[in-house]
């Protein structure tokens, strides 16, 4: 009897912890949350509050965009107050930023699981185990790279006009296109940028010129407005550039100048501590230009620098210029005969210079203790066969060498006029063969006459080429009349042309090889009769003679 009371009390106790085991444990109660700030910009700090039922592990979630969250805190950045049956949470000193995403309002969720993307799912957490609050994202451009070079805080951003900036926007719309970057409220950027799909994108500009000081740069797209925009401070500091970076002494140089003050006067440009340019005034935007030879200095590497009325040179970054050995030869152009004249500088001092042109020897000296020469001459020749325009001038002296060059004259001598044998003329009688004279009016040009070429054929297109000829004509067979001003040229036994019809033309080289038109085509025939009718007339006569002799020596005869 005491055995099965026992049993039935054990039987009641096991009934009585089913329903208790099969009972879940309550999940935390999450009452309230807040966060400071509740709007703001990618990279925004937000500090997390709230109160709950207990103190169990939390996550804090936020939403990039409609299916992707990301967990930004976890069980080991809060901290619990009790008070009574209610715990008051907060985050500890390591707050979380804002990731990157686009702009406008973002769920910021806490709560007692780590759910990751599912922490919008209400199948998996009720409403009481979670609290959500809207983050509202602001777009913003800060400043990330200055030259090339990275910079630690963009609020320290400065460089000079022309400086090239690179910049990041966050918070803008996702995928925007058509973004520009502005300076001062003036598009800046040379091309238009677009967004990622988390509305962040990079772009580069350069500083236009501008007054020194701070100045903002913002940015503006196809849903962006350039005042919903957080912008970036640049400060302006005064430098210059130049032009080139390289030159030889007497090459002109200009310099520019930014970031000075409005207005600022008394100006000048050093170069190697020497003052080369004053007088200058900066415009009311503290920009200026100014443009000088380059001083006789030797060979070498010099430092380029301003200064003005309020504007120390130390406040200026030097820019390099290199001063390199430099010729001048004048002139540059001309003819055959032309008298050329080099001069150099920047060269090695107390050295001999030697000067060729076309390949040869034209002139020697020796570079004075600042490195110059000048003063050696010579004319300009042309041996080559065919015409060449440059006409390379070299100088060596020491160890370096610099070649420029001449230019030679194109322009072609005017087209000889003949004169004799005119069109229509007969020249010789009879034989086998003539040699006529042929003459033209003399063609000028201030390269002089090198030679003519004459052409003789026996049709006006000069293709037959059975008696047609082509030949220079050196000066030694011709002869030139100096009073008339003619040329004539006497064709050689060996050149001499048979019976027949013949076309002449003649034109004329100069000393630089240009070659003139073609004089006008005059026609002539070469001897009265064909060999073959002298011949009959020669026998017919020599018959008729004969038979004369014949018929007197008859007469006499019969007279006796």
């Known amino acids: 009897m005491k055995l099965l009371s026992r049993l039935l009390i054990a039987l009641l106790v096991c ?23 509740s709007s703001g910009t990618v990279g925004e700090e937000v500090y997390i509050t709230g109160s709950c039922d207990d103190d169990d592990d939390y996550w804090v979630y936020y939403q990039i965009d409609t299916d992707e969250w990301v967990q930004v805190l976890d069980d080991d950045n809060f901290e ?59 777009p913003k451009v ?23 900036v690179k910049v990041k926007g966050t918070g803008f719309g996702e995928d925007e296109e058509d973004i520009d970057i502005l300076f001062e409220g003036e598009v800046v950027s040379e091309e238009k940028f677009e967004a990622d799909e988390y ?23 196809e849903d962006t407005d350039e005042d919903d925009v957080e912008e970036a401070n640049f400060e302006v500091t005064p430098g210059i550039s130049l032009d080139v970076k390289s030159g030889s002494p007497g090459d002109p140089l200009t310099v ?17 501590g020497d003052t080369v340019a004053d007088g200058i005034e900066a415009d009311r935007d503290g920009c200026w230009t100014k443009t000088f030879d380059v001083p006789q200095y030797p060979k070498g590497k010099y430092d380029v ?16 210029f290199e001063v390199v050995p430099g ?78 060059s001449f230019t030679m004259e194109s322009v072609a001598p005017p087209a000889p006029t003949p004169t004799s044998p005119a069109s229509g003329d007969r020249v010789g009688f009879a034989g086998i063969k003539f040699s006529p004279t042929f003459e033209w009016q003399a063609a000028s040009d201030d390269s002089g006459i090198s030679h003519y070429v004459l052409q003789i054929a026996s049709n006006a297109q000069f293709t037959s080429e059975a008696i047609s000829f082509s030949q220079n004509l050196a000066e030694g067979h011709l002869t030139v009349g100096t009073e008339s001003n003619t040329v004539s040229y006497a064709l050689p036994r060996d050149s001499a042309l048979p019976y027949g019809s013949y076309y002449w033309r003649v034109k ?53």
């Open 256 to 272: 520019t100048g930014s970031g000075f003050e409005e207005r600022e006067k008394s100006i000048k440009i050093l170069f190697d």
């Open 327 to 404: 010729l001048v030869l004048s002139p540059t152009q001309g003819h055959v005969g032309t008298t050329l004249s080099v001069s150099g500088s920047a060269f090695p001092k107390n050295t001999s210079v030697t000067i060729t042109y076309d390949g040869v020897n034209k002139g020697s000296g020796t570079t004075k203790s600042n490195g110059t020469f000048s003063g050696i001459s010579f004319e300009a020749t042309h041996t080559q066969t065919t015409h060449t325009t440059e006409h390379p001038v070299v100088v060596t002296c020491g160890s370096t060498t610099l070649t420029t």
């Open 15 to 37: 009934l009585i912890a089913i329903p208790v085991m099969a009972t879940p444990v309550q999940a935390a109660d999450i009452s309230s949350m807040s966060l400071k700030p």
């Open 142 to 164: 800060e400043i990330i790279e200055i030259a090339g070079d990275e910079i630690d805080d963009p609020d320290d951003a400065k460089g000079a006009t022309g400086a090239e």
């Open 199 to 221: 509305g962040t994108w990079e772009g580069t500009f350069e500083v236009p010129s501008t007054s020194k000081g701070d100045h903002d740069v913002s940015a503006e797209g």
């Open 305 to 320: 620098t301003a200064e003005g009325s309020y504007t120390d040179k130390n406040d200026i970054d030097e820019v390099e």
């Open 508 to 560: 004329a080289v100069d000393g630089a090889q240009n070659e003139s038109g073609w004089s006008t085509t005059y026609s002539f025939k070469a001897g009265l009769l064909p060999l073959w009718a002298l011949i009959s007339i020669v026998a017919s006569i020599a018959v008729l003679i004969g038979a004369l002799i014949y018929l007197l020596i008859r007469r006499r005869t019969s007279y006796d």
């Open 80 to 138: 619990f107050d009790a008070d009574g049956e209610e715990y008051d949470y907060t985050t500890k000193d390591d707050k979380f930023l804002i990731p990157e995403s686009c702009s406008g309002k973002h769920a910021i969720t806490i709560c007692d699981k780590d759910l990751g993307d599912d922490v919008d799912d209400d199948d998996d957490v009720e409403d009481d185990e979670k609290f959500s609050r809207d983050f509202t994202v602001k």
